[in-house]
C-alpha cells in the first residue's frame, strides 16, 4: 500500500516529470522482480489543490468553507490519480478506486485510488484500503526523509525521529484534520490505524535506492510508526 503525496506529484503547481519517470521504472522494476505482487497506490492533490483553494479564497475575498477547501483537494487528488493510472495504463485496473463504502475487488498489478469525501485525507484512504485488503503497512512516499519532533521548516533543531508509537506520533499531531494540514501522516487516519494495529513506514519518495533498500528488507532511511 503506497500513499504517495501530492508535494512529489505536483510539488510547484507543475507536474514533476522526472519524479513520476523514476516511480514509474521503480515500480515496474519491483513488479518483475515478484511477478504476483499487487500495488495500491493512492494520490495526494499537493500544491495543486493549494492552488484552488487559494484562488477561491482571493476570489471571494474570504476564507472558502472546510468542506468546500476539501473537496477541492479531492477532486486535485482524483486528478493526480487520472494522471497515476495513464502512466500504468497497461497493469493497473481501469477504474480509479474514489468510493470507499464498497471497495472494489481488482486482480491487476496496480490499483489506484484518490480522495473520497470531506473530512478525510488520502492518507484516511490508504488506511481505509489497507483494512479492506488486510494489509500490515502503508508506506508514506513524502518529500521529508523522517518525521521530525518538530516543524523541520521552522525549527533549525528539529531532531529525526527512527520510530515512533502511534500514542506518541498522535501527540505530535493533534486530533482534528484540518483541510491542506502539512503533516507525514493525519490525525483521522493515525487514529483508525492504532486501532487496526498498521504500520506506517514514512519516505523520502525520490530517493529510489533508500526505497529499494526498504523493499528488499535493508536497513534503511526513514520512520517508522507503530509496529
Not at 37 to 47: D, S
Not at 116 to 140: C, F, I, M, Q, R
Not at 149 to 178: C, F, H, M, Q
Not at 184 to 194: G, W
Request: with cysteine.
Amino acid at each position: 500500500m503506497l500513499s504517495v503525496g501530492g508535494s512529489l506529484i505536483v510539488p510547484n503547481g507543475g507536474i514533476a516529470i522526472p519524479f513520476l519517470s523514476g516511480f514509474n521504472t521503480f515500480i515496474r522494476r519491483r513488479l518483475k522482480e515478484r511477478p504476483r505482487r499487487q500495488f495500491f497506490i493512492v494520490a495526494g492533490g499537493g500544491l495543486l489543490a493549494r492552488h484552488y483553494r487559494d484562488a477561491g479564497h482571493e476570489v471571494i475575498g474570504r476564507k472558502l468553507t472546510d468542506e468546500d477547501m476539501d473537496w477541492l483537494g479531492i477532486h486535485a487528488t482524483r486528478l493526480n490519480a487520472h494522471l497515476l493510472r495513464t502512466i500504468f495504463c497497461d497493469i493497473a485496473h481501469p477504474y480509479i478506486i474514489k468510493h470507499y463504502d464498497i471497495i472494489r475487488k481488482v486482480s491487476e498489478p496496480i490499483a489506484v485510488a484518490a480522495g473520497w469525501k470531506p473530512g478525510w485525507s488520502t492518507d484516511y484512504d490508504a488506511v481505509l484500503l489497507a483494512e479492506d485488503y488486510h494489509v500490515d503497512t502503508v508506506v508514506n512516499l513524502s518529500n521529508i526523509d523522517h518525521v521530525y519532533d518538530k516543524d523541520p521548516r521552522t525549527n533549525p533543531d528539529a531532531k529525526p525521529i527512527e520510530a515512533i508509537s502511534w500514542k506518541d506520533y498522535r501527540k505530535l499531531v493533534g486530533k482534528k484534520w484540518i483541510p491542506g494540514m502539512n503533516a507525514p501522516f493525519d490525525p483521522v487516519a493515525s487514529q483508525r490505524a492504532e486501532s487496526l494495529g498498521l504500520k506506517v513506514v514514512v519516505l523520502k519518495g525520490d530517493n529510489w535506492k533508500n526505497l529499494e533498500r526498504y523493499f528488499a528488507g535493508e536497513r534503511f532511511v526513514g520512520t517508522m510508526i507503530g509496529g
